[in-house]
């Protein structure tokens, strides 16, 4: 398992280093020129100049891609280049509030998509069966925001349960927490009944009925074990996606996540700033996968570690 778990790190790091490469050379690319944002478009083209040699933009390519990656083995992201912080002093005020929306959103989303599955799964080819996979059909193709839409107006506006949007208690967590659940419910109870259906038709299956033991049992003991390690796989890259794919819901709820201050960064091409979002949502992908990795032989031990 040790040596396992050093190659998945060691695996890990050279992805996260294949990352930094590809999306630096990116932003490189791009036609934006940070020296302008920062001067204003009011500035001489001597300002703009002297910004550039400043920021170190006139370097070689590879020059900068090294300099960016000795700072970064150092604990340094850079300093935004609109905002005038530190990149990580940023990402960690944001940090707290996505990885709440990110935890509220994995249980609804595991809450509301197992229990279809399961359903779903024991009632096959039933009414009740076509019911829940037309409305994980509907669930995996709504818009984010259309969800989240329809929920301000329903239940904020409407009815007045909850706040419009904001962030600080459980009532302005609900409704985000809810349209991410809703959107991701869809691809867990889809794939939580073909991997129902999948075990059900297991022999072992059928040698645990045959020897008496009640179908809650069976079900419980045998069949769920089997059936949920292809949903770990999924909560393990919902991690990083979360963190990386909430910029919708974050912006019509206002919730002050990495996500929304993704987006600002784009809008105004402010590097630091994106390279930072990107290598912490990278991050939370690659340890999200190796968390599945290590937990799926736990939960089954046929599962073997080399």
Same mark, same amino acid.
């Given at each position: =398992?040790?040596?396992? @778990?050093?190659? &998945?790190?060691?695996?890990?790091?050279?992805?996260?280093?294949?990352? #930094?490469?590809? #999306?630096?050379?990116?932003?490189?690319?791009?036609?934006?020129?940070?020296?302008?944002?920062?001067?204003?478009? !009011?500035?001489?083209?001597?300002?703009?100049?002297?910004?550039?040699?400043?920021?170190?933009?006139?370097?070689?390519?590879?020059?900068?891609?090294? &300099?960016?990656?000795?700072?970064?083995?150092?604990?340094?992201?850079?300093?935004?280049?609109?905002?005038?912080?530190?990149?990580?002093?940023?990402? %960690?005020?944001?940090?707290?509030?996505?990885?709440?929306? /990110?935890?509220?959103?994995?249980?609804?989303?595991?809450?509301?998509?197992?229990? $279809?599955?399961? $359903?779903?799964?024991?009632?096959?080819?039933?009414?009740?069966?076509?019911?829940?996979?037309?409305? !994980?059909?509907?669930?995996?193709?709504?818009?984010?925001? @259309?969800?989240?839409?329809?929920?301000?107006? @329903?239940?904020?506006?409407?009815?007045?349960?909850?706040? $419009?949007?904001?962030?600080?208690?459980?009532?302005?967590?609900?409704?985000? %927490?809810?349209?991410?659940?809703?959107?991701?419910?869809?691809?867990?109870?889809?794939? =939580? &009944?073909?991997?129902?259906?999948? @075990?059900?038709?297991?022999?072992?299956?059928?040698?645990?009925?045959?020897?008496?033991?009640?179908?809650?049992?069976?079900?419980?003991?045998?069949?769920?074990?089997? %059936?949920?390690?292809?949903?770990?796989? /999924?909560?393990?890259?919902?991690?990083?996606?979360?963190?990386?794919?909430?910029?919708?819901?974050?912006?019509?709820?206002?919730?002050?996540?990495?996500?929304?201050?993704?987006?600002?960064?784009?809008? &105004?091409?402010?590097?630091?700033?994106?390279?930072?979002?990107? =290598?912490?949502?990278?991050?939370?992908?690659?340890?999200?996968?190796?968390?599945?990795?290590?937990?799926?032989?736990? $939960?089954?031990?046929?599962?073997?570690?080399?």
């Amino acid at each position: =398992m040790h040596s396992y @778990v050093l190659r &998945r790190l060691l695996e890990s790091a050279l992805i996260l280093l294949g990352i #930094t490469l590809v #999306t630096f050379v990116l932003l490189y690319l791009l036609p934006a020129d940070p020296a302008r944002q920062i001067a204003g478009r !009011s500035a001489t083209a001597e300002t703009v100049a002297n910004i550039r040699d400043q920021l170190g933009l006139n370097d070689p390519l590879f020059v900068q891609y090294g &300099r960016y990656l000795w700072n970064l083995f150092q604990g340094d992201m850079g300093r935004s280049y609109l905002q005038r912080a530190e990149v990580s002093e940023l990402i %960690a005020s944001r940090l707290p509030a996505s990885l709440l929306l /990110m935890l509220a959103a994995i249980v609804t989303e595991l809450l509301i998509g197992l229990t $279809i599955g399961i $359903i779903a799964a024991l009632r096959r080819n039933r009414p009740v069966d076509h019911t829940l996979m037309i409305f !994980s059909f509907v669930s995996i193709s709504a818009p984010q925001f @259309v969800i989240g839409i329809l929920l301000l107006y @329903v239940f904020a506006v409407q009815l007045g349960w909850f706040p $419009i949007g904001g962030y600080g208690t459980f009532a302005h967590l609900v409704l985000p %927490a809810l349209t991410l659940g809703f959107l991701g419910a869809g691809w867990y109870s889809r794939m =939580m &009944r073909s991997s129902m259906i999948e @075990v059900l038709r297991q022999d072992f299956v059928r040698t645990a009925a045959a020897k008496g033991l009640s179908k809650g049992r069976i079900i419980l003991r045998h069949v769920l074990p089997n %059936a949920i390690l292809p949903i770990i796989a /999924m909560i393990g890259i919902d991690i990083g996606l979360f963190m990386s794919g909430i910029v919708v819901v974050e912006s019509v709820f206002g919730w002050p996540g990495i996500g929304q201050l993704a987006w600002q960064a784009i809008q &105004r091409v402010d590097i630091p700033v994106i390279m930072g979002v990107t =290598m912490v949502s990278a991050t939370a992908i690659v340890l999200g996968n190796l968390l599945a990795d290590l937990v799926a032989p736990l $939960i089954d031990p046929r599962i073997k570690t080399k």
